[in-house]
């Protein structure tokens, strides 16, 4: 059993920038391809960004290229989605997924992943 912990949502202004992240538990986590999601209220939850076990790939959805930056501490056994140039549409709550089973490419997809946090909300002001 793999526990996840968000923590660093909040408050910001359009333009701003807020890093979140998520610890996991265990000692395997090292081994565990990590992705972010997001939803909005009345949306399904969607792909955000995923990161493979040593951090050698990622990969973004379209709405946050250039923008959000996924990146891994395997000695903290965290994930962080540092986030910038913020947009009122990227107000939701974030959740981060573990997927256990070993994967050469960043997993986009919700039904890849195994384990999942209790998100942590980003709301973004005008």
């Known amino acids: 059993q793999v526990q996840l912990v968000e923590s660093g949502g909040g408050l910001v202004q359009s333009g701003g920038s807020l890093r979140v992240s998520c610890v996991a538990s265990?000692?395997?986590?090292?081994?565990?391809?990590m992705g972010w999601f997001r939803q909005r209220p009345g949306e399904e939850r969607e792909f955000v960004a995923a990161i493979t076990w040593n951090g050698g790939q990622t990969s973004y959805a379209d709405s946050v290229k250039g923008r959000f930056t996924i990146s891994r501490d395997n000695d903290k056994g965290t994930v962080y989605l540092q986030m910038t140039s913020l947009k009122r549409e990227d107000t939701a709550v974030y959740y981060c997924?573990?997927?256990?089973?070993?994967?050469?490419?960043?997993?986009?997809?919700?039904?890849?992943?195994?384990?999942w946090g209790q998100g942590t909300q980003v709301t973004v002001s005008s």
């Open positions: 265990g000692r395997a986590f090292s081994t565990y391809a």
């Open positions: 997924a573990a997927e256990t089973r070993p994967r050469i490419r960043p997993p986009l997809s919700r039904g890849d992943y195994d384990y």
